[in-house]
DNA sequence: ATAATTCCTGCACACGTGTGCATAAGGTGT
DNA sequence: ACACCTTATGCACACGTGTGCAGGAATTAT
């Protein structure tokens, strides 16, 4: 069994409210006996209690953190900016995946609300609504990252996803471009809606119609779906000169499946990427993509939730405040003017 | 403030011993009553208090994970396998990341030991033993994972690295290849090294000397550290016509160095991965790698963490279990016979 | 009708920590 | 010598849950 502030107190001889007090740093008790029980814990190994601790203070320096699947590259990275802003303040994360099962998904809002996570954050874009409003129901400030149903949280961090878009449709554009394809992810909602839109706006900016056949989406961003994107476009009347995909997933699969039918890219085809994962750096070619700011906006999401934690403003449901970041774009070398004779 | 079995008694007019029995299901309680309370609780939304349950109980059904880095694809597939068995016993996850700093692996430790985690499994290469005698010394339940200092762990599960390797090198060596280099991770302690000897020891079977400088060791396992494995190799007065790459990350860093140096793979080169991350499947050319069963290693993991944890037996320091997997060869397009004018 | 048995529920304490209040010891002023 | 203030410590209770034991009510046996 682990020793307790009881078993220090009867080593120094003293009572185990003393011993709370010294080894909190409460000035009431002097420096002699404070240092005398210091060196006693130090020495029996004690460790406090977060249990019995946070039973009393009623608060448990634990943030929950529910992403869709720890696979995912690109969660990862927002992971680090998280608990680097966490750790300094003196918290811990609890992380849960979701992996898109709503079984799991309930499980996980029980889970945190039976340990009393001081605060969510949800970095989950497909996860559901409901499951988040309960934990707010229940009084957990929550924090949404890249979560676009904002009209139900009030704090959110985001990545502009439009600009974004549009940021690489232009790029297309101006390379000379005008038939180009966008590849979706049906299961990431409004994520992969807003990356339509920026498209569909640029395109329109520039004045060109897309053949609605030139819109597809898959289910899941698992890279052997890019194959089945390619299958799609490569199918249609007109094939496009250039694909925007949702993400650098479907993107590295879509590159794969070009290279087994021959398709040089970019010579013959433009392909872009979303995220900057690492790896979108070691394709063939490496790829053209948006470097999203991942980092950051782990970091100022968890900065967000930790200040709603020191001011305990979450309770006034009035306020409301959101962070929106700009990604920029990273041009590799999957991009290329469109071939002549296309 | 959250509903208390105590709310819950004063609603239903009993005292709040009653309420603890009847949502536990114990039998002495009457079945009316029971489901009064039952709905008294549901309609209350009220969720049990971890921290004052495993208070009580001394267990808090919480099983802490110690990975290098989340980034790792390789530790998620792990992470899968651990989960997948935690969950169906009832069991959450308590994920930590060392990334390769003591001053955070000191903190983890320190938070596990204060959260009172009922058991711990170590999937880091790269953690100090003596942290992990740490744990074990305060009573913590651990199970290592791919870590070779087992002279200080009971129990463990880990991966037949030498086997692996050994069926690389076997390949390559049927393939017509004598002249095979090794490219290591020094960070990477033991399996490193059991991958290294599963090179020599195929190739001293096979009656082929290894020249001093093909083996090679770099300082982690990113990407980019593969260009300077390559660079090594090809500034040799005699270059290989083969690499063997500690895993799949350096690996595919080495790959795309070949691309940039005009060096064709397989044609020129022949080299290989380990570990079989997703992105291996989708290099230039595909990565030719060693299989291994990442979620079987971390679902055995946890199992036998799990029965630890029932059984009680390890009080019993005496006993010792531990469980080898092996992989399989993945031939992909990466390896292939080497160039008769080499 | 009373005793014995079963069935159900409440009392009281415990887990480890934190904190308001009382109080004892020591010091300073007159 | 006495009242007064400061300093240092202990007492007792609380947080939310689980459980051994006692005891009341209801049922059955005598």
């Known amino acids: 069994m682990a020793t307790t502030i009881k078993d220090i107190a009867k080593r120094t001889g003293v009572s185990h409210s003393t011993v709370s007090r010294a080894l909190g740093g409460n000035t009431l008790i002097s420096e002699a006996t404070t240092s005398r029980i210091r060196k006693a814990a130090r020495e029996m190994g004690y460790q406090p209690s977060a249990a019995a601790r946070s039973l009393k203070t009623n608060q448990t320096k634990v943030i929950g953190v529910i992403v869709n699947s720890i696979d995912d590259p690109f969660f990862s990275e927002i992971l680090f900016g998280i608990e680097d802003a966490a750790q300094s303040a003196g918290y811990s994360l609890f992380i849960a995946a979701s992996q898109y099962d709503p ?174 994962i690492t790896f979108s750096a070691y394709t063939t070619p490496p790829l053209t993509t948006l470097d999203q700011p991942k980092y950051s906006i782990g970091n100022e999401a968890a900065q967000l939730l930790l200040e709603l934690l020191a001011t305990k403003i979450q309770s006034s449901n009035t306020t409301h405040k959101e962070k929106i970041l700009k990604g920029k774009l990273l041009i590799r070398h999957s991009t290329a003017k469109p071939s002549p004779h296309s």
Do not use: W
């Open 103 to 276: 079984y799991r998904e309930q499980n996980i809002v029980q889970t945190m609300m039976e340990q009393r996570t001081d605060g969510v954050i949800i970095c989950s874009s497909s996860f559901s609504a409901d499951k988040g409003r309960q934990l707010l129901a229940n009084g957990f400030p929550v924090v949404v990252v890249n979560y676009k149903a904002n009209e139900n949280f009030n704090f959110s961090i985001y990545h502009d996803d439009l600009d974004g878009s549009q940021q690489l449709t232009r790029h297309l554009i101006e390379l000379g471009h005008s038939k180009i394809a966008y590849l979706g992810n049906a299961k990431s909602g409004r994520t992969s809606l807003d990356r339509l839109n920026g498209f569909q706006n640029e395109m329109q900016n520039a004045g060109f119609k897309i053949r609605p056949e030139f819109i597809y989406e898959v289910e899941g961003s698992e890279p052997e779906l890019g194959e089945q994107g390619l299958n799609h476009f490569m199918n249609c009347p007109e094939r496009p000169t250039a694909i925007i995909c949702f993400n650098d997933m479907l993107a590295i699969g879509l590159l794969h499946a070009c290279r087994q039918m021959g398709i040089h890219v970019p010579e013959d085809l433009s392909v872009t990427g979303f995220d900057n």
